[in-house]
């Protein structure tokens, strides 16, 4: 069993993935996140939503919060107007389920395919980035870097699990052998060390989701024994070669 601590809206694409759907996952999502619109970004946002012609969703969970916010506020027609675009096909699907048109240039998508769709469909405009308090995301990085007009509109935040959740998590591994632990990125391995404090890492399989994070688990003495390239496509490929 390979344990995935992600929270189940980031790890949504990954665990649809055809590759991954034989694996055995216990899912125990030390990542925990609460609708938190930035009040002085929302109030500005209430009454400029209709000059943004592009609102690009990267990842369900900042989807999630973000629709949440717009039925609170009734602008569902002003976001309907704009092209909503999405990385991936659970956030697609999200968004359609709630009367979202969305678009996903490719399947998976990466932030350039997304850069490439709007140069090609020619259409100018502000671009929305809904995302989470605190976090740095590589597309309005990106779009910055060409200097194309974004504004991150902050809909939520993480915040600590309390202590029955953690608990009950903790009891749940117990009674679970496991093999393997996806780390998924550096704060990953943080979260399990400090949750699962008898979970023995030296001797379970490690997939470690990026260099960086390889590098982080060296100084403590840990050698990874997968490394992906820093995308749940590339966790996923790792897997599926894991005999």
């Known amino acids: 069993m390979i344990l995935l601590t992600a929270d189940k809206d980031i790890a949504a694409p ?9 694996i055995d996952f216990l899912h125990l999502p030390l990542e925990k996140f609460t609708y938190s619109p930035n009040r002085e970004e929302s109030d500005e946002l209430k009454h400029r939503l209709s000059e943004f012609s592009f609102i690009i969703h990267g990842n369900l969970r900042n989807a999630r919060f973000f629709v949440e916010w717009v039925k609170e506020n009734d602008l569902q027609s002003e976001v309907i107007n704009c092209v909503n675009i999405v990385l991936d096909k659970p956030t697609a699907i999200y968004l359609e389920t709630h009367g979202i048109p969305a678009i996903q240039p490719r399947q998976p998508a990466k932030p350039i395919d997304i850069l490439e769709f709007m140069l090609r469909i020619s259409k100018e405009g502000y671009v ?3 995302t989470t308090e605190n976090k740095t995301e590589e597309m ?10 974004v504004a991150e509109f902050t809909v939520c935040k993480e915040v600590t699990l309390d202590e029955s959740e953690l608990s009950a998590f903790q009891k749940e591994l117990k009674l679970n052998q496991i093999d393997g632990v996806i780390l998924h990125n550096r704060s990953a391995y943080i979260r399990v060390k400090t949750a699962f404090p008898e979970l023995d890492l030296n001797n379970s399989t490690l997939i470690a989701g990026s260099l960086g994070l390889t590098e982080m688990l060296e100084e403590d003495g840990l050698k990874p024994d997968y490394l992906a390239k820093g995308s749940w496509a590339s966790m996923a490929k790792v897997l599926s070669e894991i005999e």
Do not use: A, I, T
């Open 140 to 149: 309005p990085g990106l779009l910055k870097e060409l200097e194309m007009p």
């Open 128 to 130: 929305l980035y809904p």
């Open 14 to 22: 990954f665990l649809e993935m055809e590759s991954v759907q034989n």
